[in-house]
């Protein structure tokens, strides 16, 4: 049976309004519209935006999209959320900083309570049960007064801590510096600065991890190279292979760095030349262990999304990743969540494939309990990753760490933390 088009062919892309099937000659500009039933998408001109709900649209062939595809103008209209939500127990806690706490900028849980970074420099070391809280470290990494953000991705210190504390990392996102502190003695390890090639692009790649029995900390002193490094000494652990020979580890831009809950594998939400984001993994044991060549250690290349990085990412187990954003473009993202399978075939070779899609969350990504948490300007929302639904809501309440040790999704205020257990949310 012939598609609209005429032609005898395989229907390709999403369907098209009949002005822009007819426009061939002079392709008409198009908007992705949302149609509201689950995650139906369809081309649009912009003589159909007014009644965008009417649109009637039909699938052409692969030749008869191409020929007709112009530009994009952007998203119209919402995927469907399917929403089951509950009024949610448990208030959120408020805790304040101890006095003479001043102005924290960032704060990181350990086992141990919370490492806070301060304006000024001072790194404390608060433990919210017993209600000590001590000078640790003095910090000298500064944002330079004379930057100019690119795209709106303001330099900012930012704060990283390993899981048992002992030591802390003080970055500047999208920017070029950052210390290795030994919070047991208050000093500098390692200094940190990478080649600045493109690094205003990205946050500063950190990731504390363990291995053999020591802290290792991942940062990237090139644009394109990984590299681990024992936290107490600076000695080397493993570098990713630099671009030439050419390989599967080319050519990434490597941006922040998100470890697996139990540490086993690593995520580079990094982007590729001309830009287009696409989240690079790999085997974190593999890795460490082989050292320098790379050679045997598995990875996963996700989709990629133009101009689009930096994106909310969190990790449901060792092999499952949840994306936020649908969508290939940065202009035609709506709010969603892609959940990933890290997996291998028969012969070992690694595969990925997308297990779930569903519209709703935005804002940062946590998980616990098997359960997607999203925290956008509204406030906290809960989903089921595996179904797509809503589970429920916080309004006003906007996490921005998540404490695994506490069990706790944790707001940094000006004036302390607010938390909430995320077990309430498996009531
Ligand atoms: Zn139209
Ligand atoms: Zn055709």
């Known amino acids: 049976m012939a598609l609209i088009c005429g032609h005898d062919a395989p229907a390709h892309g999403l369907p098209l309004c009949e002005h822009i099937r007819n426009a061939a000659a002079d392709p008409l500009d198009h908007y992705i519209h949302y149609t509201g039933r689950g995650l139906e998408r369809q081309h649009i001109c912009g003589i159909c935006h007014a009644e965008a709900a009417t649109a009637v649209t039909a699938a052409v062939c692969e030749d008869?999209?191409?020929?007709?595809l112009g530009s994009s103008l952007g998203v119209l209209g919402h995927p469907q959320v399917i929403?089951?939500?509950?009024?949610?127990p448990g208030a959120v806690e408020t805790v304040p900083f101890p006095d003479g706490t001043g102005t924290v900028v960032d704060l990181a849980p350990t086992a141990h309570g919370f490492v806070l970074l301060c304006d000024d420099g001072r790194v404390l070391r608060w433990d919210t049960g017993s209600g000590t809280c001590a000078e640790a470290a003095r910090s000298t990494v500064a944002v330079p007064d004379d930057t100019e953000p690119w795209n709106d991705r303001e330099q900012a210190l930012r704060l990283h801590a390993s899981r048992d504390g002992a030591y802390a990392a003080v970055v500047i996102d999208y920017g070029r510096t950052?210390?290795?502190?030994?919070?047991?003695t208050g000093a500098v390890t390692i200094s940190l600065e990478n080649d600045g090639y493109y690094s205003y692009t990205v946050p500063f790649s950190l990731a504390f991890t363990e291995h053999a029995g020591r802290t290792v900390v991942l940062h990237r002193p090139q644009w394109s190279v990984v590299e681990a490094v024992d936290a107490a000494t600076g000695a080397p652990v493993a570098r990713t292979p630099a671009d030439d020979p050419p390989s599967a580890w080319s050519g990434q831009f490597h941006g922040a760095l998100r470890l697996s809950p139990a540490g086993t594998r690593i995520a580079s939400d990094a982007w590729l030349w001309h830009p287009v984001g696409q989240l690079f993994a790999w085997d974190l044991g593999q890795w460490l262990t082989s050292g320098e060549h790379a050679q045997g250690v598995d990875w996963w290349q996700f989709p990629g999304c133009a101009y689009y990085w930096n994106r909310p990412v969190a990790w449901l187990d060792e092999s499952h990743l949840i994306l936020g954003g649908l969508g290939d473009d940065e202009d035609?993202?709506?709010?969603?969540?892609?959940?990933?399978?890290?997996?291998?075939?028969?012969?070992?070779?690694?595969?990925l494939d997308e297990v779930a899609t569903f519209a709703g969350p935005e804002g940062r990504f946590f998980t616990a309990d098997g359960l997607l948490f999203s925290a956008a300007e509204p406030g906290l929302e809960i989903w089921d990753p595996a179904t797509g639904t809503r589970l429920g809501a916080l309004t006003g309440f906007r996490p921005t760490h998540h404490d695994p040790v506490r069990g706790e999704l944790v707001e940094l205020s000006a004036t302390g933390l607010r938390r909430w257990q995320t077990a309430r949310a498996t009531f």
């Open 64 to 68: 008869c999209f191409d020929a007709t």
């Open 83 to 88: 929403d089951a939500s509950r009024p949610l």
């Open 332 to 351: 035609e993202i709506a709010p969603g969540a892609r959940v990933f399978h890290l997996g291998h075939r028969e012969r070992g070779e690694t595969v």
């Open 178 to 184: 950052g210390e290795i502190i030994d919070l047991s």
